[in-house]
């Protein structure tokens, strides 16, 4: 068979308007090879603005599956497949993607030693996430069983109540708020079996002299509750020390110790706080883009570091690239755009420090599309500490080493000095500054999502706390927002 001969549209047989077409014999056979248009190629572009960014299409699809948590609700689909093994699996998906959080229904668990109104904190969080409300206590007066004695009801009675209640909601894809169970490990137990794991747990801690105080309160009809007397609280305090922890001894990854000593306003605004914080996704994520802010003497070089080293991100300090390269003149950003937008920054992340950022360079930072911090984050310490860590730090002006502490060298010791920007009255200075630009740098940062990827983080505590709570907020994913009833 002989191959057509072949024809580019607009040609007119290959001879003119068009690319020139070869023709030969290979063992007997016509041979036709046509050039390319331009614009077929992506190394051969009709014009240079028609090349497709691949790298920036790549990484604007991995930030969206990381910012919307899909690889989250794909996992919490197939684990409901595998528990339930529904009849039809399609319409069990579909119904498990309309719940308000399509990684799964808020689940809650809410202990306390008796006496603290922790009943009135457990509904009215229930209500304000519109949560299901099972209270142990409830229902066990709503079947007719005694709870006003010192000790525990029946455990398999109150194991089948609140195990029934809690089917009905994972059925209808509800959330819920478990107050008063489990109180021991064996109805923890009746928990696990069921599948039943709880995002957090909150236990509202107390000094018994204040529980005893708050009862006399209720007694007295200064506030409201449930009065009790002495014997009977002293008995149940007895059996909260012995049982309490044991029972929630397998959630200790998820337990959240919140102190009643501030009230109950308090402790309500920390359940909620905290209910919004969502866990670290399982899936991939997209290189980390910090922006991480201080005044001199937080330790912000030292973080950086640190987290760099921990997500394997570049460390890039402002102060030292602002003038490399060859910026355009009129770019406030200068050798920091340039050195951004490298290839090891663009593949691993980075984290940037800046000691003088203003809401100039913040607002050009956040209009490129490439260089949008994923987290920006202010380490806050007081004028007074940064002043004391930096008054002990000296400079050795011929080998550029720093020192702490004096050196036992008398040579060295005598050409030590304090460089300028350690100082006190410079440290100040810089101090005032750093605080006069935040919250316009903020603002800025912050004006595409109200501020959800930017916080403020006191330093003025021990340098690992503050560590932790920088990587916290790094690594896990931006809270939820909160429900109309708190934004009232």
């Given at each position: 068979?002989?191959l ?7 040609s007119?047989?290959?001879s ?5 077409c070869?023709r ?7 041979i036709?090879?046509?050039a390319?248009w331009k ?5 051969d ?6 090349v497709?960014?691949l790298?920036?299409?790549q990484?604007?699809?991995e930030?969206?599956l990381h910012e919307?948590?899909?690889y989250d ?9 595998m528990?339930?093994?529904?009849e039809d699996p399609?319409e ?5 993607l ?5 990684t799964g229904p ?7 030693p ?8 457990a509904?009215r969080l229930a209500?304000?996430f519109?949560l299901?409300?099972i209270?142990?206590?409830e229902?066990l ?7 006003e004695g ?11 109540l609140v195990i ?9 894809m509800?959330g819920?708020?478990?107050n ?6 064996f109805?923890?137990s009746f928990?696990r079996e069921e ?5 957090h747990v909150?236990l509202?801690k107390?000094d018994e002299k204040?529980i005893?105080?708050r009862?006399a ?5 200064e ?6 007397t002495?014997?009977?609280?002293e008995?149940?305090l ?6 309490n922890?044991?029972?929630l ?7 959240f110790?919140?102190?009643?000593k501030d ?5 309500f605004?920390e359940?909620?706080?905290?209910i ?12 980390h883009?910090?922006?991480?802010l201080?005044?001199r003497?937080v ?5 950086a570091?640190?987290?760099a080293?921990?997500s394997g991100a570049?460390l890039v ?8 390269g060859?910026?355009p003149?009129d770019?406030?950003?200068g050798?920091?755009r340039?050195?951004?937008?490298q ?10 420090i800046d ?5 100039e360079t913040?607002?050009?930072l956040q209009?490129?599309t490439?260089?949008v911090p994923?987290r920006?984050?202010a380490?806050?310490a007081?004028?007074?500490t940064?002043?004391q860590?930096?008054h ?11 020192w702490?502490t004096?050196p036992k060298s008398?040579?060295?010791?005598k050409?030590?000095?304090r460089?300028p920007e350690?100082?006190m ?5 810089a101090?005032?500054m750093f605080r ?7 603002e800025a940062?912050g004006?595409?999502?109200?501020g959800a990827?930017?916080i403020?983080?006191?330093a003025?505590g021990?340098?690992?706390?503050v560590?932790n709570?920088?990587v916290d907020f790094?690594?896990?994913?931006l809270p939820?927002?909160p429900?109309?009833?708190l934004?009232?």
């Amino acid at each position: 068979a002989r191959l057509v001969p072949l024809r580019l549209a607009g040609s007119g047989g290959g001879s003119r308007g068009g690319p020139p077409c070869r023709r030969g014999r290979r063992r007997g056979r016509p041979i036709v090879q046509a050039a390319m248009w331009k614009g077929t190629k992506l190394d051969d572009p009709v014009t240079v603005e028609q090349v497709p960014d691949l790298e920036a299409s790549q990484r604007e699809i991995e930030e969206y599956l990381h910012e919307h948590r899909a690889y989250d609700i794909f996992d919490f689909l197939m684990k409901e497949l595998m528990l339930k093994q529904p009849e039809d699996p399609l319409e069990h998906m579909l119904q498990c993607l309309r719940t308000e959080h399509p990684t799964g229904p808020l689940k809650v668990i809410v202990a306390s030693p008796p006496g603290m109104g922790r009943a009135a904190l457990a509904k009215r969080l229930a209500e304000t996430f519109g949560l299901v409300y099972i209270s142990a206590g409830e229902l066990l007066e709503e079947a007719g069983i005694h709870t006003e004695g010192s000790g525990h009801a029946d455990e398999q009675k109150v194991v089948d109540l609140v195990i029934g209640r809690l089917r009905q909601a994972t059925e209808n894809m509800q959330g819920w708020v478990l107050n008063g169970f489990p109180r021991t490990r064996f109805q923890t137990s009746f928990l696990r079996e069921e599948s039943m794991v709880p995002a957090h747990v909150f236990l509202l801690k107390a000094d018994e002299k204040l529980i005893r105080e708050r009862n006399a309160k209720v007694q007295n009809g200064e506030i409201e509750g449930k009065y009790v007397t002495s014997e009977v609280l002293e008995e149940k305090l007895r059996l909260y020390s012995c049982h309490n922890m044991a029972a929630l001894e397998v959630y200790q990854d998820r337990l959240f110790v919140i102190d009643s000593k501030d009230g109950d306003e308090h402790v309500f605004a920390e359940m909620a706080r905290r209910i919004r914080i969502l866990p670290r996704s399982l899936g991939p994520h997209p290189p980390h883009r910090v922006v991480l802010l201080g005044p001199r003497g937080v330790g912000l070089r030292e973080h950086a570091k640190r987290l760099a080293a921990r997500s394997g991100a570049v460390l890039v300090e402002a102060a030292v690239v602002a003038k490399e390269g060859d910026p355009p003149a009129d770019d406030v950003l200068g050798g920091i755009r340039l050195r951004l937008k490298q290839d090891d920054c663009a593949k691993q992340g980075w984290v940037l420090i800046d000691t003088a950022m203003n809401a100039e360079t913040a607002l050009a930072l956040q209009q490129d599309t490439r260089l949008v911090p994923t987290r920006v984050v202010a380490l806050a310490a007081s004028e007074e500490t940064c002043v004391q860590r930096l008054h002990h730090i000296l400079h050795d002006p011929v080998t550029g080493e720093i020192w702490t502490t004096m050196p036992k060298s008398d040579t060295l010791r005598k050409r030590l000095v304090r460089r300028p920007e350690d100082q006190m009255g410079a440290v100040k200075e810089a101090h005032r500054m750093f605080r006069e630009h935040l919250v316009g740098v903020m603002e800025a940062f912050g004006s595409s999502d109200g501020g959800a990827r930017c916080i403020e983080i006191p330093a003025d505590g021990a340098p690992l706390k503050v560590f932790n709570d920088l990587v916290d907020f790094v690594e896990r994913p931006l809270p939820l927002p909160p429900p109309a009833a708190l934004q009232a």
